[in-house]
């Protein structure tokens, strides 16, 4: 069949089992994820995002699947471990808890998560899929997709033409890929931005990550190599533009006032990014012959980490659904990837969601249940464990399996 561009779908070498749009974290781990199983594969990338400041903190199964695709060495050499979370109140509430602390040995791990920046990681995930025989990336921007007896086209900006059997959106929280695919999705933004910024300081961070609970958002500094360390600082939209429009040495003085100067003086290194806050959610993660991964499917404030993680576990479960499918897009093995999916993604969007509302709420009832939970924090241990396991994700023990967590070993100790 001759198409209109002159391109011939049984012969070019533009026919792919898998064609990915978006070059991000996700698309790009995503690749390499599916690489083992000798699909074509082609990861169409604008160019790459600039650095802003923002890293992402990664949980233990996160950690293994990038050791997995390689990079292991990266995340040693250029990641901070996160040794010790600290959650401070500093929402002026009248119920005001004590600060509570948390060790990652309480879980017998050596660290919760190691802390990377962005464009770090952005550029080893790059480094990896250049060396790939099998994976093309190409520098283009997808326009439309359409489906066919076998498969699906892909158009791009260019007006090239790819053919796949599986279309993969990685294209973020705006994904025109998945709105191409008639695929719903709900945004709720919220009143809150996130600003992003790196400090050397003069004080050592020690491996501890500490989160101020302000009324308008959490203010969290995160370790990384040596004396610095990155900040996320959710706040209202108008104080976030003040707060953007300040010079480097001013925004530096009100991080440590901010900071009550934990980390002795800060000195702001780089450029700031300033990203509005939403709530991303989808009627489906997939549809005929494509998935959604990464923020095209989810997307929530930065509470807890969990987006990349999130999505670097579409990542794993895309690869094990596709496992023995030699057609990667047959319906069986996008059904399956969605069923995986779709629990961990609604609980996790939904703890967040219900965090950050909390926060926010000026009503004392809620201040009082968010006071009383910290406090329960700071004091019953199998609560404690149980909340350090939900923000490391999914559990899973030694030879495997998925471990009983905290709270269900107490509750079963309790029936007993
Ligand atoms: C302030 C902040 C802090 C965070 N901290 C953490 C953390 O500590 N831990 C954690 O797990 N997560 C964290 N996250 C979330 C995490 O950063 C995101 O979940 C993750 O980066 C999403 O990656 P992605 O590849 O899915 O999407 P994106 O990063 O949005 O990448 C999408 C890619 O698609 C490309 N693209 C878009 N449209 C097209 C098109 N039409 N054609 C081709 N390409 C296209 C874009 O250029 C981009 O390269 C944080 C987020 C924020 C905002």
Redesign the pocket.
């Known amino acids: 069949m001759q198409t209109e561009t002159g391109f011939d779908p049984q012969t070019a070498a533009d026919d792919f089992d898998i064609v990915i749009?978006?070059?991000?974290?996700?698309?790009q781990a995503a690749a390499l994820a599916l690489s083992d199983a000798d699909y074509k594969i082609a990861v169409?990338?604008?160019?790459?995002?600039s650095s802003d400041g923002?890293?992402?903190?990664?949980m233990p199964e996160?950690q293994s699947l990038l050791r997995d695709l390689g990079l292991g060495a990266l995340l040693e050499s250029q990641g901070a471990p996160l040794v010790r979370l600290r959650l401070i109140d500093d929402s002026g509430s009248l119920f005001r808890p004590p600060s509570t602390l948390f060790h990652a040995h309480e879980l017998g791990l050596e660290a919760f998560a190691i802390?990377i920046e962005?464009h770090r990681l952005d550029a080893g995930l790059h480094e990896k899929l250049a060396s790939q025989p099998h994976i093309s990336v190409i520098s283009?921007?997808?326009?439309c997709t359409a489906t066919h007896s076998e498969g699906r086209s892909v158009t791009l900006?260019s007006g090239r033409i790819l053919t796949t059997r599986l279309l993969v959106a990685?294209?973020?929280?705006?994904?025109?890929?998945r709105n191409a695919l008639g695929i719903r999705s709900e945004v709720k933004p919220y009143d809150q931005v996130?600003i992003?910024a790196i400090f050397d300081h003069s004080r050592p961070h020690d491996d501890c990550s500490t989160e101020f609970h302000t009324r308008a958002g959490p203010f969290t500094l995160?370790p990384l190599p040596d004396q610095r360390s990155s900040l996320?600082w959710l706040t209202k939209p108008a104080q976030g533009q003040e707060l953007s429009a300040l010079s480097d040495a001013a925004f530096s003085e009100v991080c440590e006032r901010q900071a009550q100067s934990i980390l002795g003086k800060m000195q702001v290194t780089g450029k700031r990014?300033l990203?509005p806050m939403a709530r991303l959610q989808v009627e489906a993660l997939s549809t005929e012959r494509a998935v959604l991964?990464?923020?095209?499917g989810h997307?929530f404030p930065?509470i807890g980490?969990?987006?990349?993680?999130?999505?670097l576990r579409d990542a794993a479960d895309l690869a094990a659904s596709l496992k023995g499918h030699a057609d990667p897009g047959h319906s069986l093995a996008c059904q399956d990837y969605g069923q995986r999916r779709k629990t961990d993604i609604a609980l996790r969007s939904q703890g967040v969601d219900m965090l950050n509302r909390s926060l926010l709420s000026p009503y004392l009832p809620v201040d009082f249940l968010r006071g009383a939970g910290m406090l329960a924090l700071s004091s019953i241990r199998p609560l404690r464990r149980f909340i350090m396991e939900q923000g490391i994700g999914r559990p899973v023990s030694q030879d495997g399996s998925r471990s009983q967590n905290g709270l269900q070993r107490f509750l079963s100790r309790k029936s007993s």
């Not at 283009?140 to 326009?143: E, G, K, P, V």
């Not at 991964?293 to 095209?296: C, T, W, Y």
């Open positions: 749009i978006g070059g991000g974290l996700t698309g169409v990338s604008g160019p790459p995002a923002r890293t992402v903190a990664l996160a802390n962005n283009d921007r997808f326009d900006a990685a294209d973020g929280r705006q994904s025109q890929t996130a992003t995160v996320v990014g990203i991964v990464g923020d095209a997307a930065p980490a969990q987006g990349l993680n999130l999505g």
